[in-house]
């Protein structure tokens, strides 16, 4: 058990070996991996050794690598990589590094400071393939984003010259000025490789906790505790489920002594609204909410906060004049205050991790050293619970501070206008993210601040909250701008309830790819990650994976006024796919308008996707592993998933696999129909690992867009022997019309038995039966505001028996509004 007082360090290990490193008296490089080098020119001939923000860990297995010096230049070779140097100033004409192999683009060179040529295009059909960028404060649509570590001319580098210098007894130092530090990634096209090297040098992303998967409620609004219980208990009735309370900064007194200054910075309780903090935290947590508190901690520590005097004390200044004890991150003594005196006693509160609500810009009182930064580094290693001999996997919920902030997660994107255009945005902002590995980002969901109430624009947000990394609604200090289902109307609140349902019935996916981030791959991924050859990948900016199963695409324009529905344009590689919350069979290969009313965006996954779910309809507060799991699986092909749940625990030296985990294989065969639960296996403590979900559960298995046909049956066994099996039908996941699919349930099933589940169709092999395209032609017309006439003749002409293509040169003969003709071609041609 670490000391109650003290930062914490870091494990690094930012020594290079040896036989990585080519140098000369002013220059250095280091080959780090096989397309990843470290270029420093120093002109006094100092390299640095310590590491960085960004770089933690450089001592490295070595690639296999060549080394040609002729005396004026130098040019080092590897599996994947070319590198020529003068041996001088690092210019254009004297450094190039250029990427070698498959899947890289025309001339893939990189020289010292040439413009991107995938900035903004060119006629070779490059595009700029973005970063993140620090917030998005007061932004209502597009921001610059800085960029990733990924390329579409297959090579960039990321200049780490004047970030902080991380020092061997825990602490930070600035920058020598003058030298040059680059890590230039040339990995082609290989863009997962290029951000698992990042995580290599920079470390990982860390294991979240299981709760912060769940739905987050905040609000910046002046609650009681009463009214804040009672709101919770609405939600509860209400069949919302949340597994984070965020409290906004009115729990902190905010109307100050005016020679005090404003009241944005506190850190006592606001006893007129919450007389008894600690009951009213445990009450919280009670009813399965984890909770954080937000602060502003750039104003200090002034007189009238409770913690002043130990403040004072701690730091060893009198507090006869009442003087403010100013807030100085380059102050180590000044830190272990802050965290030891100021947050301690809120934690002894219950307080479960910190919102750094930090505005105060990049700079301190020493240069290079970036408040945020600082605060991010500081709060989430000391977020680890000391007490009762065990730690916690930490937490913190901050702005993004640059390279290496993924190691800080979650991320707080700022305040956002609530708009379309904040709402069109945030898609790509969030998949762009990953290309400098920052999979965690946190909006505010449904907008902070200005617009209009708009019950389309709140539903839409909510929809891709529930397909984000993380999910949670926010709103800002205006009585009108809250964000509760039932401020909406009839319609919107039915759907958003049911997709906030959704969203706590997908912890157990999102879970596992929480492991699968720890180990390199973030959980939304842009199209392009996957089929970077493709230049449809790169045109649909808002289209993301999510997760090894599902591909989203959110929509974020308003609907059309005559259809009632709103468009995404989306590209479908080839495959087939199914929409999961609808039912509807497309065949892939091909770009196509996709259209959905209200209650549903298209969520896709093509054949074998296998995706477990929290098998209560109506879930709980908090993240709890379920003994009642639904597995949705989509038929046509071969699916592997393994379910992973654990203790809590904080990974050890090994990452994630260091973890009490429990391993539940499930498996799709499609030759045989059958369905497979094989016994769970523990990685780590046994006992830790089993304690993690519960010994037995009930199974039912969801295959959308499956029928069995008439006297179709399905069988199952639990440890060899045959068990009671219960097949139903059940409509899609959030929606309210859409096609049906097959489910199959058995019950209580031991942990440690094997259970299959084979369906027996009518017709033989399990397929994806056909959409039924005169019920979705009809839906479409029934709700569209065109004349009934014009109804009924497009109706006949869509569902005529005539050829495909006859149909649809019918259609355009009747010269239809265009939005009308796109919906009707999405129908008709979604399954040939």
């Known amino acids: 058990m670490q000391p109650e007082t003290g930062l914490r360090h870091l494990h690094t290990t930012p020594v290079a070996r040896p036989e990585a490193i080519v140098s000369g008296d002013t220059w250095r490089i280091t080959v780090l991996t096989d397309a990843l080098v470290r270029i420093e020119h120093a002109p006094g001939g100092r390299f640095e050794d310590r590491a960085s923000a960004f770089a933690l860990h450089r001592d490295l297995p070595v690639p296999e690598l060549t080394v040609d010096d002729t005396g004026t230049h130098v040019e080092i070779t590897t599996a994947r990589l070319r590198l020529t140097y003068d041996k001088g100033p690092l210019t254009t004409s004297g450094l190039s590094v250029e990427a070698l192999g498959g899947h890289t683009a025309y001339q893939s060179v990189w020289r010292p400071d040439q413009p991107r040529w995938d900035r903004d295009g060119n006629s070779a059909g490059l595009v700029r393939l973005s970063g993140t960028a620090r917030t998005l404060d007061t932004a209502d649509g597009a921001v610059d984003l800085d960029d990733g570590v990924v390329s579409h001319t297959g090579v960039i580098a990321l200049d780490d010259s004047t970030t902080l210098l991380l020092t061997d007894d825990g602490w930070v130092a600035p920058r020598p000025e003058g030298a040059r530090d680059l890590y230039v990634f040339a990995h082609g096209h290989d863009y997962r490789g290029a951000v698992r090297d990042l995580f290599r040098v920079s470390g990982p992303t860390p294991l979240l906790p299981r709760f912060a998967l769940g739905s987050w409620w905040s609000r910046y609004y002046p609650y009681t505790a009463d009214g804040y219980r009672e709101l919770m208990e609405r939600f509860a009735a209400e069949g919302i489920p949340f597994s984070v309370s965020v409290i906004d900064m009115d729990w902190h007194v905010v109307d100050v002594p005016a020679r005090f200054g404003s009241g944005w910075t506190g850190y006592t309780w606001n006893r007129d609204l919450f007389p008894d903090p600690a009951a009213f935290v445990a009450w919280l947590h009670d009813h399965g909410l984890r909770v954080t508190l937000n602060v502003h901690p750039a104003d200090g520590v002034r007189a009238f906060e409770d913690a002043y005097p130990a403040m004072a004390a701690a730091l060893g200044r009198s507090t006869d004049d009442e003087a403010p004890i100013q807030f100085d991150v380059t102050d180590r003594a000044f830190l272990e205050a802050y965290l030891d005196v100021l947050h301690r006693g809120l934690e002894r509160d ?118 984000s990394p993380i999910m949670r609604l926010h709103s800002g200090n205006n009585p009108f701008t809250h964000k509760e289902p039932w401020a909406f109307g009839p319609q919107a609140q039915r759907v958003q309830t049911a997709f906030l349902r959704l969203r706590h019935r997908l912890v157990p996916y999102l879970h596992t790819m929480n492991h699968r981030a720890a180990q390199g791959a973030p959980l939304v991924e842009p199209m392009y990650w996957e089929h970077p050859e493709a230049p449809e990948a790169y045109r649909v900016p808002n289209q993301f994976r999510f997760g090894t199963s599902l591909l989203v695409a959110p929509v974020t324009q308003p609907a059309d006024g005559r259809l009632g529905r709103g468009a995404v344009r989306t590209w479908l590689p080839d495959d087939t796919w199914v929409d999961v919350l609808t039912g509807t069979v497309y065949d892939g290969g091909r770009e196509i308008v996709l ?181 979705l032609v009809f839906e479409l017309l029934d709700a569209a505001r065109i004349e009934y006439d014009l109804k009924s003749r497009v109706m006949d002409v869509a569902t005529s028996g005539h050829p495909l293509a006859v149909r649809l040169g019918h259609l355009e003969a009747l010269g239809l509004e265009p939005a009308l003709r796109s919906a009707l071609v999405e129908i008709l041609t979604a399954r040939g």
């Open 595 to 775: 259209w959905r009313d209200l209650t549903s965006i298209p969520v896709l996954a093509r054949p074998g996707a296998i995706v477990p779910l929290d098998g209560a309809h109506v879930p709980v507060n908090g993240a709890e592993a379920p003994s009642d799991l639904e597995v949705l699986v989509v038929a046509g092909a071969d699916g592997a998933f393994d379910l992973l749940e654990d203790d809590g625990s904080v990974p050890g030296p090994g990452g994630p696999t260091d973890v009490p985990t429990l391993v539940t294989p499930l498996r799709w065969s499609q030759s045989s129909g059958t369905f497979t639960v094989e016994p769970v296996a523990t990685r780590g403590d046994a006992a830790a690992a089993r304690a993690s979900a519960p010994g037995a559960r009930t199974w039912t298995v969801l295959l959308p867009a499956v029928d069995l046909g008439w006297g179709g049956t399905a069988s199952a066994t639990v440890g060899g022997h045959p068990a009671d099996v219960h097949v139903d039908a059940f409509a899609p996941l959030p929606g309210e019309t859409g096609s049906t699919g097959l489910a199959v349930r058995v019950a209580d099933v031991p942990a440690d038995a094997r259970l299959t589940i084979t369906l027996h169709p009518a017709g033989g092999e399990v397929a994806l039966a056909g959409n039924d395209t005169g019920r």
């Open 350 to 467: 219950g307080v479960d991790f910190w919102w750094l609500d930090w505005q105060s810009g990049p700079h301190s009182r020493v240069a290079g050293i970036d408040p945020l930064w600082m605060l991010n580094h500081v709060h989430f290693l000391d977020n680890a619970d000391r007490r009762e001999g065990r730690e916690r996997r930490p937490l913190t919920f901050s702005r993004y501070a640059g390279p290496g902030s993924h190691r800080y997660p979650v991320g707080f994107s700022g305040d956002s206008a609530i708009t379309w255009a904040s709402l069109d945005f945030q898609p790509y902002f969030t998949a762009s993210a990953s290309n400098i590995g920052y999979g965690w980002w946190s909006h505010d969901i449904g907008g902070h601040m200005h617009g209009v109430k708009d019950d389309e624009l709140a539903t839409r947000w909510v929809q891709l909250g529930v397909l």
